[in-house]
């Protein structure tokens, strides 16, 4: 069985897209409800972490968002 660890500043990559049609949200907070905001439309929301670690597919985690910011051409 998996433990999925989520830490402030990773990227979710989660089952289910926003509206706004983005699946990726950048953690800020973590407790028993974590904080994520999208990273598309900036909207951030408290999910509770048992509902949040079923939606997630992938993450990518602090310091590889960051590497892979630096090579991504906006
Ligand atoms: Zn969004």
Redesign the pocket.
């Known amino acids: 069985m998996n433990i999925i660890k989520i830490r402030t500043g990773d990227v979710l990559h989660l089952r289910k897209p926003?509206?706004?049609g983005?699946a990726d949200f950048t953690v800020l907070r973590v407790g028993s409800q974590v904080r994520i905001v999208?990273r598309?439309?900036g909207?951030d929301m408290n999910i509770d972490r048992i509902k949040l670690e079923k939606a997630i597919k992938s993450i990518t985690d602090a310091d590889q968002a960051l590497a892979q910011g630096k090579e991504q051409t906006e």
């Open positions: 926003h509206p706004c983005c999208c598309s439309c909207r």
